[in-house]
């Protein structure tokens, strides 16, 4: 368990309105991350985080932006939702420990844009 | 373009046979290779890895193998058992931005395994 929560677990919100999702963290390691899985698609990279204020842009990126003011906390921002921003959300760490460079992920956010 | 592939989208197989599972990949940069098992309603959780320089890992009933020739790798699982039915998603390491390492992952391949 690589203490990672997320909040809230699950959201339904309209089309248009701003949506965020925050992953928090209880062991201060340096390197987090979103995704979102979709049927038919597996797991894709929104935003990294590799330190306090330093982020960089996943292969999914368009319509999301995201913040890390702290260390603990990675906020992934749906600045006006759309439907096909419906999934489900994972956070995720990886430490500095880490032999393969494995990532551990939180349980996820399901968020349903109508 | 996908660079991580599972080409098979469902297996099916019989407590105490062998399960397999397949990966192909198109970048030969990446310097590491995992396997993430996924259950409904939770998170992905690390399985197993194997480095590029290696073309074997074991853990347990797992192992990896790696054919870098082919761009190919593949967890075979044994015994099977009806607990390890799940999503499995194969995943590459590639160098990012600050140090960081990202995943590029596979669509996954779900496992039934029967009793």
């Known amino acids: 368990d690589a203490g990672i929560t997320q909040s809230p677990r699950h959201k339904v919100t309209e089309t248009g309105t701003p949506v965020t999702l925050r992953c928090h963290q209880t062991e201060n390691h340096r390197y987090m991350y979103w995704y979102r899985q979709d049927p038919g698609h597996g797991l894709r990279l929104i935003h990294y985080?590799?330190?306090?204020?330093?982020?960089d842009k996943g292969e999914v990126s368009d319509g999301y932006s995201v913040s890390r003011s702290k260390t603990e906390d990675f906020l992934l921002t749906l600045e006006s939702a759309t439907s096909s921003q419906t999934s489900v959300y994972f956070c995720?760490?990886?430490?500095?420990?880490?032999?393969?460079?494995?990532?551990?992920f939180g349980p996820g956010t399901r968020l349903t844009v109508l | 373009d996908q660079q991580v592939k599972q080409n098979s989208p469902s297996l099916s197989v019989q407590e105490g046979r062998i399960s397999i599972l397949n990966c192909d990949y198109t970048n030969s940069m990446f310097d590491y290779f995992l396997w993430y098992k996924k259950y409904p309603a939770e998170g992905p959780t690390f399985l197993i890895s194997i480095s590029s320089i290696k073309d074997k890992n074991e853990d347990g009933r797992f192992t990896v193998f790696l054919n870098k020739s082919a761009k190919h790798l593949s967890l075979h699982i044994v015994p099977s058992q009806p607990g390890d039915s799940a999503v499995y998603f194969c995943a590459a390491s590639a160098w990012a931005q600050g140090g960081s390492e990202k995943l590029v992952f596979g669509k996954g391949t779900k496992l039934t395994v029967n009793p």
């Open positions: 995720a760490i990886r430490t500095e420990e880490s032999s393969y460079n494995e990532q551990f």
């Open positions: 985080s590799y330190g306090v204020k330093d982020t």
